[in-house]
């Protein structure tokens, strides 16, 4: 069993699109992440939740909009879809979330390709 | 966070042992040392971490210098599924975890 799964594993879309990218873990973890690896492979932090409610927003434009239905779950739904929004987005979960010996585990990556 | 410094690229040959440097001189006391490694078109996958003492797992040894100012990610036999990016990292628990740049590791047969 995967433990953090994200779906699509690949995304192509027109400029203007709107679309969602799925993650689920079945860790029983609390805290769950957004990450972007652009083109240049830095890793960036964009979202945490922890047990459903926003913990971190890292100046990610709104029209980045996460939504938690429950804590095994963070969805990423991008609105209006721009040429730099391409790159992989990974999701990731870790236990607690802000404890000193958390483990971070992460996602197989969706990569989206804005056209 | 404090800013860590890794070579951008490092070789090795295949069963022998890969010492990977990272130099983190600004560490303050509560800040733990972690290691990721990222193989090509992969999530990043957790190794090792740790705070003072030198740790062992499975999969690595971290080396922790006393003055905590720099540490060595030890990979004891070295294989050519190792070939990735691996990122040193350091961070107390209230802050999430932030990637730098990393050294690519390549494993030689």
């Known amino acids: 069993d995967t433990a953090v799964s994200q779906t699509p594993k690949y995304l192509v879309t027109q400029m203007g699109n709107d679309k969602s990218i799925k993650c689920e873990q079945n860790l029983g973890h609390d805290t769950m992440y957004w990450y972007k690896q652009d083109s240049k492979k830095f890793l960036k932090i964009m979202f945490s939740?922890?047990?459903?409610?926003?913990?971190i927003n890292e100046t990610v434009p709104n029209r980045f909009s996460p939504k938690s239905p429950d804590k095994a779950h963070l969805n990423l739904h991008i609105n209006s879809l721009e040429l730099g929004d391409s790159a992989v987005y990974f999701c990731?979960?870790?236990?607690?979330?802000?404890?000193?010996?958390?483990?971070?585990?992460f996602g197989s990556g969706t990569q989206l390709s804005v056209l | 966070d404090a800013k860590t410094t890794q070579p951008t690229s490092m070789d090795c040959a295949e069963g022998r042992a890969a010492n990977l440097p990272c130099n983190h001189s600004t560490i303050s006391g509560n800040e733990y040392v972690y290691w990721y490694r990222q193989i090509h078109s992969q999530g990043p996958q957790y190794i090792i971490h740790?705070?003072?003492n030198n740790e062992t797992n499975e999969m690595a040894s971290l080396i922790i210098t006393e003055d905590r100012k720099s540490s060595t990610l030890i990979l004891p036999h070295a294989t050519l599924r190792d070939t990735a990016v691996y990122y040193c990292i350091v961070r107390t628990g209230r802050r999430a975890l932030t990637f730098g740049s990393g050294t690519r590791l390549q494993v030689q047969p």
């Open positions: 740790g705070l003072k």
């Open positions: 990731a979960s870790s236990p607690h979330g802000t404890g000193d010996n958390e483990k971070l585990f």
């Open positions: 939740y922890n047990n459903k409610e926003l913990i």
